[in-house]
């Protein structure tokens, strides 16, 4: 028998039953089983989020979402809690406020944000966050030397940060660690909700808690396949394509002069969709658009990193 993906066209259409909810008194309904957030962004209500995309099964720990829910006593996440009927849910309380402003002061007073993109900023600049309160940042640590239960204290009136050396140990990207939120997102691209290598887990506990490959062996030494889809959902730039860091480095890195164009990845029959983003006739990285229905933003190492022949074909001119 012929089983037809849903969504798929040709597959069964399924019902949903519609739930009425309030948003900042303004009445909404969404089909059943979405979460506060899509019934947010259906009216136009932007929740900042961090460790959440749609193409993940949420997992919760970044906590910049909250909203406040009549009846519950705690703040909750607004990416994985569903709607049910008759909730009133509050997206810009005093105590919804307070909570993100901490959020983003904790992360930014630890984490070099420097490219994690104007909604960052501009969040930290809503919320009021501070992260200069906490002091000069601490001098950087041997992170993955860190052992679990062994956290050195900082000195005094200085900021603990997850600085660290960047991490280039293979052509294709760097690891950066000191923009490391901890969102977990590589962790899950690289496992079971996408690549299935496992090649990246976090490693250490509390604060020493990082990002590491298995005995944090260097990349070409580890299970990893370089298909890149670690770097697709790294919402700070700590993942980073080697061409992509190496113009920053050189102060030439400029979206502005960058064109995007959607094209189909030519290796292979499946037919995953490439979006090239050209700087100064140059293909500087590789993104894949999180709608496409096959790949949802996933390529392998071809398509993601497969594109130095074009320039060759300019007959090395360059
Ligand atoms: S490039 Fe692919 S295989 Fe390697 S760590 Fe990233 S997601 Fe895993
Ligand atoms: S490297 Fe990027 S995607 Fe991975 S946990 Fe850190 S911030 Fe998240
Ligand atoms: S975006 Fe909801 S917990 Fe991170």
Do not use: K, M, P
């Given at each position: 028998m012929t089983t037809v993906a849903p969504g798929a066209p040709g597959a069964p259409v399924t019902l949903r039953r519609q739930v009425e909810l309030t948003i900042d008194g303004q009445a909404v309904t969404v089909p059943e089983g979405s979460t506060i957030l899509e019934a947010c962004r259906s009216i136009g209500t932007e929740v900042p989020t961090l460790c959440y995309l749609e193409t993940l099964t949420p997992?919760?720990?970044?906590?910049?979402c909250v909203v406040e829910v009549e009846g519950s006593r705690t703040l909750v996440p607004a990416c994985s809690r569903p709607v049910s009927g008759g909730m009133e849910v509050r997206t810009d309380s005093e105590r919804v406020r307070t909570s993100r402003r901490m959020v983003l002061e904790l992360l930014a007073s630890s984490v070099?944000?420097?490219?994690?993109?104007g909604d960052v900023d501009r969040w930290i600049e809503t919320y009021g966050a501070r992260p200069e309160r906490h002091g000069p940042p601490a001098l950087s640590t041997e992170r993955d030397r860190a052992r679990a239960g062994e956290h050195e204290p900082v000195a005094v009136g200085t900021a603990a940060t997850v600085s660290q050396a960047v991490k280039r140990d293979n052509d294709q990207y760097v690891r950066d660690y000191s923009k490391c939120i901890l969102c977990y997102k590589c962790v899950e691209a690289c496992g079971e909700e996408a690549q299935d290598t496992f090649a990246i887990a976090v490693a250490g506990r509390?604060?020493?808690?990082r990002i590491s490959t298995e005995m944090d062996v260097p990349l070409p030494d580890s299970?990893?396949?370089?298909?890149?889809n670690c770097i697709a959902v790294c919402p700070t730039g700590a993942l980073m394509f080697v061409t992509e860091h190496d113009l920053r480095a050189r102060g030439e890195w400029d979206e502005g002069r960058q064109q995007v164009t959607r094209t189909v990845c030519p290796y292979c029959g499946v037919g995953c969709n490439l979006e090239l983003h050209v700087q100064d006739d140059r293909i500087v990285k590789v993104t894949s658009p999180l709608d496409h229905d096959v790949t949802r933003g996933n390529l392998c190492v071809k398509g993601r990193f497969g594109f130095e022949f074009a320039e060759a074909l300019d007959g090395g001119s360059r």
């Open positions: 997992v919760n720990v970044c906590r910049v070099d944000l420097s490219t994690a993109g509390g604060f020493d808690a299970a990893c396949v370089y298909c890149g």
